[in-house]
Each structure stands twice: as C-alpha cells, then as structure tokens.
C-alpha cells in the first residue's frame, strides 16, 4: 500500500509532483463529497461537486500532454 501511495504522486519522470497530489486529494474530496450525497443524505452544492471534478479532469489532461524523459544514462535527458 505504502509502495502504491508513492508511485500515485509521482509524475511520469519519477519525481514527486505537486500537481498529482493536489489531483489525489480532489479526487479524494469528490468521493466523498458522493458518499456523503448518495448514502448520509448531505446536499453537496451542484457547482462545487462540477468545480472538484473538473479541476481532477484539468490536472489528468496535464498529465497526458506532458512528455516523458527517457532513462538512456546519467545526465541525459531527452524528451519522449
């Protein structure tokens, strides 16, 4: 578990990032911001559960435009 929490906020060079962090705790809110609606009964304002997902769905598109750096040696660093 603890070996999958670090790879989770990790980017996709290996080093620890801000922006899947920020996206695991909004998605961590999303959750149970739906929890709370589905089974307690507690209205969750529309625009804020809309807000939350987009912000998770903003953060992911960043994650697929940014590029990759091949692991070819020690001080290279090509793009992929």
Do not use: H
């Amino acid at each position: 578990m603890k070996q999958f929490l670090q790879t989770l906020f990790k980017d996709k060079n290996g080093n620890y990032s801000l922006r899947e962090l920020t996206v695991a705790i909004l998605l961590a809110a999303l959750l149970v911001s739906w929890i709370a609606q589905q089974f307690f009964s507690k209205a969750v304002p529309e625009f804020m559960f809309f807000t939350i997902a987009s912000l998770v769905a903003a953060g992911c598109f960043g994650y697929s435009l940014e590029k990759g750096v091949l692991p070819t040696g020690p001080g290279s660093g090509e793009a992929v």
